[in-house]
């Protein structure tokens, strides 16, 4: 996977935490919008782009 679409995980509230692999290189728009149990994510890559309100305002991003 080297994209995350647009909207790819919107409204599925039993996500509580993400790992975005290193090869990601790109986070559609609103791809966890409404993840309201969306504790952590992880971003393992250095996408090119991230696309408007793509994580929940809840959750924690951790860059690495």
């Not at 996977?1 to 993400?18: E, G, H, P």
């Not at 975005?20 to 969306?38: L, T």
């Not at 504790?39 to 793509?54: D, F, H, M, R, Y």
Request: aromatic content about 10%.
């Amino acid at each position: 996977v080297k994209k995350i679409y647009d909207r790819a995980f919107i409204d599925y509230t039993s996500l509580n935490k993400m790992v975005i692999p290193q090869f990601v290189k790109e986070i559609g728009n609103r791809c966890f919008y409404g993840c309201s149990s969306m504790k952590t994510i992880e971003v393992l890559a250095s996408p090119k782009s991230i696309g408007l309100e793509s994580f929940p305002q809840n959750a924690i991003v951790n860059k690495h």
